[in-house]
């Protein structure tokens, strides 16, 4: 069965520290997709990243990457010298093609505060 | 250029009232979904609708209904209120070729408190 973990319920870093959210995954499909989303305290959901199962190029976007690993079924996001404005909940999501159908599974969230 | 819209913003309800929470698009899509969020729990599909006139259920359905009548809104009923519905209702809509590889545009979320 499809299922997203994110064990990490919430993590404190101070300013400037580098963290990593941890994302595992389970799907049978061969063809799916994973993706990150951010949830800053105002609410709204926010688009970070999306990467589908035969893409395993690490990518790195300003101060965030995104390791791809599928011999771990893992898809870790790193964020490099963090900021009080990273404080948010970070999700993770998979989407299946087999079910073709769009619907996003999440993760639980990793609740992620930057103190200054 | 809108995005996605949701209508309204918080509502309290009592149990056994009902209510329609209302998503707009504004961006053609075909693809619209309704998903809660619970601590801890992440986001659940509720509801989804893969075109206009079209629905289906999603991983927890009961207690809900919705309806697709124009393509650009997604309705997302509750007949009878239970305060195990209180959550926050976030509605999202995607391109539909390929959807499993399409990004979500999401909403900006409703607050519903059932007492």
């Known amino acids: 069965a499809q299922k997203v973990t994110q064990a990490q319920t919430e993590i404190s870093v101070v300013e400037k520290e580098d963290v990593t959210l941890d994302c595992v995954y389970e799907t049978r499909d061969t063809t799916y997709y994973l993706f990150w989303y951010k949830q800053p305290p105002s609410g709204e959901l926010v688009f970070l990243i999306r990467?589908?199962?035969?893409?395993?190029q690490n990518e790195i976007s300003g101060r965030y990457s995104w390791n791809f690993q599928k011999s771990t079924s893992s898809f870790n996001f790193t964020i490099t010298a963090s900021q009080v404005v990273d404080s948010a909940v970070y999700f993770c999501?998979?989407?299946?093609?087999?079910?073709?159908?769009?619907?996003?599974?999440f993760g639980q969230g990793t609740t992620l505060q930057v103190k200054p | 250029n809108a995005g996605v819209t949701q209508t309204p913003k918080f509502r309290v309800l009592k149990t056994g009232q009902s209510m329609t929470l209302l998503c707009a698009q504004d961006?053609?899509?075909?693809?619209m979904y309704w998903y809660r969020q619970d601590p801890g729990m992440g986001l659940r599909l509720i509801h989804y609708s893969v075109g206009e006139g079209t629905t289906a259920k999603g991983e927890v359905p009961d207690g809900y209904n919705v309806s697709r009548l124009k393509k650009q809104n997604f309705l997302l009923g509750l007949e009878s209120a239970a305060p195990s519905q209180t959550s926050v209702y976030f509605c999202?809509?995607?391109?539909?070729?390929?959807?499993?590889?399409?990004?979500?545009?999401f909403g900006p979320g409703t607050r519903l408190l059932v007492l």
């Open positions: 999202a809509s995607s391109y539909s070729e390929r959807s499993y590889q399409e990004t979500q545009y």
């Open positions: 961006m053609n899509h075909e693809y």
């Open positions: 990467r589908n199962s035969f893409d395993e």
């Open positions: 999501a998979l989407s299946e093609a087999e079910s073709n159908t769009g619907k996003l599974i």
